[in-house]
């Protein structure tokens, strides 16, 4: 009965991390689109087709 706690610990404190990891590339990825956003918006009057 142990082993199935302990496993239910590790994939407990496995999904947490993955968790974490997903909040902070997903706020890395919103920020670098807005910061590319922003310079494109900043330099559109260069920008001819």
Do not use: H
Request: cysteine-free.
């Amino acid at each position: 009965m142990e082993r199935v706690y302990r496993t239910m610990r590790n994939a407990g404190a496995l999904n947490i991390a993955a968790g974490i990891t997903m909040v902070v590339l997903g706020i890395a990825a919103g920020v670098i689109t807005i910061i590319t956003g922003a310079f494109l918006l900043k330099r559109k009057s260069e920008i001819t087709f």
